[in-house]
């Protein structure tokens, strides 16, 4: 399974950022483990990024096909409604599923999350696409808290980082997005959830520009999407975070100097 979070970061101008964090284990049954798993994925030119658990095949294949076609322009257009947008992409998804092997399928969810407008105006909409076995797929709208917090956890995880973050958020960093990342990778240092581990994987939205992509640094090592990275001379091309939320430094793999450092609440 997986253990998916979503979550905004609301600043005191109102939301100023969406976030997807997911593990990168993928099991078998008879007990095939893999954590090398991608579960995100970022558009390269919209403002809208996916996660996913449940089924890991299917998935895998037609979030990657739906991302190129959105960055293609094959799908819908930049001032379309949020709803055209998700009727798109819930269509397209059941086409495929319709000619999928049923032998093969599996049930899953998708969390997607669009931005609407961009600086002050921007609008984070957050949906959660529920595909089962049999029967139409229910499109849940998940509505934006009024702090900074969590706004969807699915999968096998669920109850693990439900009870990290209530640690995090009662300290004295609660209500923010490191307290909230941080919850995350301590649920999955913790081992409480057998289904979920590997490195953690990182996607957002900011106000503006397209959406990010980030690297982690895990276990004093290099991860994207799952893998692991080796040293390159264009490391800087990405923006690094360890687990306690601290824009790192990707050579030296701590800390950058220039970075603001956020410490572990005392009693975590």
Same mark, same amino acid.
């Given at each position: 399974?997986?253990?998916?979070?979503?979550?905004?970061?609301?600043?005191?101008? +109102?939301?100023?950022?969406?976030?997807?964090?997911?593990?990168? &284990?993928?099991?078998?049954?008879?007990?095939?483990?893999?954590?090398?798993? &991608?579960?995100?994925?970022?558009?390269?030119?919209?403002?809208?990024?996916?996660?996913?658990?449940?089924?890991?095949?299917?998935?895998?294949?037609?979030? +990657?096909?739906?991302?190129?076609?959105?960055?293609?322009?094959?799908?819908?257009?930049q001032g379309d409604s949020i709803e055209t947008w998700v009727? &798109?992409?819930?269509?397209?998804? +059941?086409?495929?599923?319709?000619?999928?092997?049923?032998?093969?399928?599996? %049930?899953?969810?998708?969390?997607?999350?669009?931005?609407?407008?961009?600086?002050?105006?921007?609008?984070?909409?957050?949906?959660?696409?529920?595909?089962?076995?049999?029967?139409?797929?229910?499109?849940?709208?998940?509505?934006?808290?009024?702090?900074?917090?969590?706004?969807?956890?699915?999968?096998?995880?669920?109850? %693990?980082?439900?009870?990290?973050?209530?640690?995090?958020?009662?300290?004295?960093?609660?209500?923010?997005?490191?307290?909230?990342?941080?919850?995350?990778?301590?649920?999955?240092?913790?081992?409480?959830?057998?289904?979920? +581990?590997?490195?953690?994987?990182?996607?957002?939205?900011?106000?503006e520009s397209s959406p990010k992509t980030f690297g982690m640094?895990?276990?004093?090592?290099?991860?994207?999407?799952?893998?692991?990275?080796?040293?390159?001379?264009?490391?800087?091309?990405?923006?690094?975070?360890?687990?306690?939320?601290?824009?790192?430094?990707?050579?030296?793999?701590?800390?950058?100097?220039? %970075?603001?450092?956020?410490? &572990?609440?005392?009693?975590?």
């Open positions: 399974m997986t253990s998916l979070l979503a979550w905004v970061g609301i600043d005191s101008r +109102g939301p100023a950022s969406a976030y997807f964090a997911s593990d990168s &284990r993928i099991t078998w049954p008879g007990g095939g483990v893999w954590d090398y798993g &991608r579960k995100l994925f970022a558009c390269r030119r919209y403002p809208q990024i996916f996660g996913y658990c449940g089924d890991v095949l299917f998935p895998v294949q037609t979030i +990657g096909q739906i991302i190129e076609m959105i960055d293609a322009d094959l799908i819908a257009n009727d &798109r992409v819930v269509s397209l998804i +059941g086409v495929a599923l319709k000619n999928y092997p049923s032998t093969a399928k599996q %049930a899953f969810d998708l969390l997607y999350c669009v931005r609407d407008g961009e600086s002050l105006l921007a609008k984070f909409h957050f949906l959660q696409l529920t595909f089962k076995l049999v029967g139409a797929p229910v499109i849940t709208r998940i509505p934006v808290p009024a702090q900074s917090g969590p706004v969807a956890i699915l999968g096998s995880g669920t109850s %693990a980082i439900k009870a990290q973050n209530q640690r995090w958020s009662t300290s004295d960093v609660g209500g923010t997005s490191r307290a909230v990342f941080s919850a995350f990778c301590d649920s999955l240092k913790s081992g409480d959830d057998l289904w979920s +581990g590997g490195p953690p994987q990182l996607v957002g939205i900011w106000r640094i895990w276990n004093n090592r290099r991860y994207f999407y799952g893998t692991e990275v080796p040293k390159t001379e264009k490391l800087d091309n990405l923006r690094w975070y360890n687990e306690l939320f601290e824009i790192c430094d990707p050579f030296t793999l701590t800390r950058k100097e220039s %970075a603001q450092p956020q410490p &572990r609440p005392r009693g975590l």
